[in-house]
């Protein structure tokens, strides 16, 4: 025993405590703890069954992804050692129980599956999300969970890495009961239960009534593989895991268990496991921010009201009361307002078609946001959150009345994209409790929110914020008041690239699917049309973009704009649109450039794929080196988790800055030069990127400069 894992004996069964704060992960003091305490138990006479339970919040939560991150890295020293603690919970002579509540993934859940029973408390979720990191389960999960729940289950859980619910996992056979009451009473209740039973134990390994016949496999197994390439798009590990549990339904159990550790360790040092478990460990890197500490106080945020209810103060407020936040939400108008919420509900309608709400759980949200025209009750709410169209005049007079009117810890955030937070702050006279929150749209979709420190945002308002991004569900990544903030800072020379590149003889389909090939969730043309293109045009004034005449400026985007193409909305763009999303190359479009180039001097060429990519991811890289330099962004972790979360960069590249670590700065740097002597000024190398090449250093290591 040790301190991670503790033995208690009450009437006859022995009480196992994992705790290992802050998820009790299966470190080797948990595994080595485990395995003694076992021994304890079974050598005790007056132990007549045993359970297994998580001290906190949570059950064990996986293995420890630190010791991953080290053998992706290389160092055997952080693979998890299982196998004998597994034989031997399920060898134990005596019932041993184990006792879920929290989350019961990865390795937590092959541990709860050697054992002889499974119960859990209603709230508990069970999965193997191992693929989101890359890797498949690695303590013989691919070969018990079919045997427990059949393998076409097995394949959408291991597939999907979504982790199930009692109920569902109960009607699945992975759990014999749901505890309502205290869960180590009513284990310890059920462990007696299961210790008067004679016959023997149910050794999962052992189990076969669950496998499919022979014949069923060939679908099952084709299912699978389909599924995965489907919905986890370029992802290595998904398509790995059938195979693995493939083995589980051929062959024995100790050579299905063999497949699995060639699988996992294949993959546990791939290029996809190293971005994907550095994208989980820089997700929850954004919450260590300086200057807000554990002990800083957020206020408590219960109650919002948000002004504007177009499309992103709308899906703001279904974020908010999604998470259980009660809305005012207001416009100037009834007319608006009527629409906004007709929007909202259509929105639900939507989410209930798709399976993912009741409609009893719609009218719950419904009920939670309380449109109104004017500002009643805005003085009393915790937080208030403006979203009103880009316009500096507008934002700093409804700043100015609403901010001054509110209680003493209101805080005030705008959803500005583009403006000044500073100035909008100063129009309050309460700067400290400004801040920006700025969603993406959708909003009640999209994860990411940029929480924008003013010069006088308090610490306080800071962390309430941070906190407030968190209850929605949301990641919040805190970044400097700067033009474009982080994500679009980098987006516009991103952006302006891909023009460029159309102008010199590409074209929008071919960019876009070079970048659609690399693993964006889609082309910049295709987004441009998504969001409107009058909607960039205005961002690009307002920050003042190509106002130095000897820049190169973008012909084609402003003739669109003039010709009323502005994207999705009205059916043309840069696509057309025959069907509402589906963008269809348009000849009149490639004319347009053509001729605009031409008008321009400038000879259309044969452009590759690789320029494509280089030329907008690596401006992408180069920009954000820019906006570590400038302060703006505060690791190049967090400029990963925003593009990850915010703009479709794919997650097993682990975001732009890790791609350029992986891909070699010297070479990215080499490549940047390149362009600089080819292209001019847009194109010059950021001195932090100089800085490490010459240092032989990688933005991770910077990173890690910083920490320290
Ligand atoms: N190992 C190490 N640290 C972990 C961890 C883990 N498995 N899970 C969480 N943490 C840390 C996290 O970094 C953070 O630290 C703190 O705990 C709180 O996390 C053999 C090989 C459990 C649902 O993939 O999904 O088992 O920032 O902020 O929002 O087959 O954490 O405070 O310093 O996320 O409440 C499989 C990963 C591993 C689950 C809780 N398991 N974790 O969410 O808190 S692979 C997973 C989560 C495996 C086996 C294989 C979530 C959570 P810090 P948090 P949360």
């Not at 699978?224 to 051929?250: I, S, W």
């Not at 219960?302 to 259980?324: K, L």
């Not at 969603?439 to 929110?449: H, T, Y």
């Not at 994500?487 to 929008?508: C, D, I, K, S, W």
Request: aromatic share 6%.
């Amino acid at each position: 025993m040790n301190q991670a894992v503790t033995l208690s004996v009450d009437q006859g069964v022995a009480l196992i405590r994992i705790d290992n704060p802050p998820v009790n992960a299966l470190s080797p003091e948990v595994i080595g703890g485990l395995d003694a305490a076992i021994d304890r138990a079974s050598g005790d006479d007056s132990v007549l069954a045993i359970v297994i339970i998580g001290a906190g919040r949570t059950f064990i939560a996986g293995a420890d992804i630190k010791g991953l991150e080290q053998l992706a890295w290389g160092s055997d020293s952080g693979a998890p050692e299982m196998h004998e603690l597994l034989q031997k919970l399920e060898d134990t002579r005596k019932p041993v129980v184990m006792a879920m509540h929290g989350t019961a993934l990865g390795g937590g859940l092959e541990v709860a599956m050697a054992g002889h029973y499974r119960v859990a408390v209603p709230d508990a979720l069970m999965g193997q999300p191992e693929v989101n990191l890359g890797i498949i389960p690695g303590a013989e999960g691919t070969q018990r969970l079919p045997r427990l729940v059949g393998l076409e289950k097995a394949i959408e859980m291991c597939v999907s890495g979504k982790p199930i619910k009692a109920a569902d996992a109960l009607s699945a056979g992975l759990i014999d009961r749901v505890i309502d009451g205290e869960l180590a009473a009513g284990a310890s209740a059920f462990a007696r239960e299961m210790a008067s039973r004679t016959g023997a134990l149910p050794k999962t390994r052992e189990r076969q009534d669950k496998l499919p016949p022979a014949s069923a496999l060939p679908g099952m197994l084709t299912a699978g593989r389909d599924l995965a390439r489907k919905t986890r798009r370029n992802l290595e590990a998904p398509v790995a895991v059938v195979d693995a549990l493939e083995a589980a339904a051929t062959l024995p159990f100790a050579e299905g268990c063999a497949r699995e550790r060639d699988i996992f360790f294949r993959l546990a040092k791939s290029e996809q496991a190293k971005a994907l478990i550095h994208a989980f460990f820089a997700e929850r890197g954004v919450s260590k921010v300086p200057g807000v500490s554990k002990d800083t106080v957020a206020a408590p945020v219960h109650r919002v009201g948000i002004i504007g209810a177009g499309t992103m103060g709308g899906g703001i407020a279904m974020a908010c009361a999604n998470a259980g936040i009660n809305v005012h939400l207001t416009d100037a108008s009834q007319e608006a307002l009527d629409r906004g919420i007709a929007t909202i509900r259509k929105n639900y309608d939507v989410s209930v078609k798709r399976g993912r709400f009741t409609p009893a759980q719609v009218d719950e949200r419904m009920a939670r946001i309380a449109p109104q025209v004017g500002y009643d009750g805005f003085s009393d709410v915790d937080l208030v959150i403006e979203a009103v169209f880009e316009n500096m005049a507008l934002k700093k007079q409804i700043a100015g009345s609403v901010a001054s009117q509110g209680k003493a810890d209101q805080v005030f955030a705008t959803n500005t994209s583009t403006l000044d937070i500073d100035e909008i702050a100063a129009a309050t006279g309460r700067a400290a409790k400004v801040i920006g929150l700025h969603f993406f749209s959708p909003a009640n979709v999209m994860r990411l929110v940029e929480i924008v420190r003013g010069n006088a945002t308090s610490p306080e308002t800071l962390a309430t914020a941070m906190a407030v991004a968190k209850k929605l569900g949301k990641v919040g990544v805190v970044v400097g008041n700067g033009p474009g903030f982080v994500g679009n800072r980098l987006m516009f020379p991103y952006m302006y690239e891909t023009q460029f590149l159309v102008e010199e003889g590409a074209t929008p389909a071919q960019v876009d699917r070079a970048l659609t090939d690399f693993g964006m969730a889609m082309g910049m043309f295709a987004v441009d049309d998504m969001a409107g293109l009058d909607v960039g045009a205005r961002v690009r004034t307002a920050l003042g973009h190509f106002s130095d005449p000897r820049e190169r400026r973008p012909l084609v985007h402003e003739r669109l704009v003039a010709a009323g193409r502005l994207g999705q909305k009205r059916g043309a763009g840069w696509y057309r649109y025959d069907e509402p999303r589906t963008p269809t190359p348009d000849p009149e479009v490639e004319t347009l450039i053509r001729s605009l180039a031409a008008d321009a001097g400038i000879e259309p060429r044969a452009i590759t794929d690789d320029e494509i990519l280089d030329r907008a991811i690596l401006a992408l890289v180069n920009e954000g080196a820019k906006a570590l330099e400038a302060g703006v962004a505060a690791r190049a972790s967090d400029i990963d988790v925003i593009y990850v979360n915010g703009y479709g960069f794919p997650g097993w590249r682990g975001g732009p800055m890790f791609y350029a670590d992986r891909r070699g700065l010297g070479e990215v740097l080499e490549r940047i030069r390149a362009f600089h002597r080819q292209h001019g000024e847009r194109w010059r190398p950021a001195a932090l990127l100089v800085d490490l090449v010459s240092r032989g250093a990688t933005f991770r290591d910077a990173d890690r400069a910083r920490r320290t």
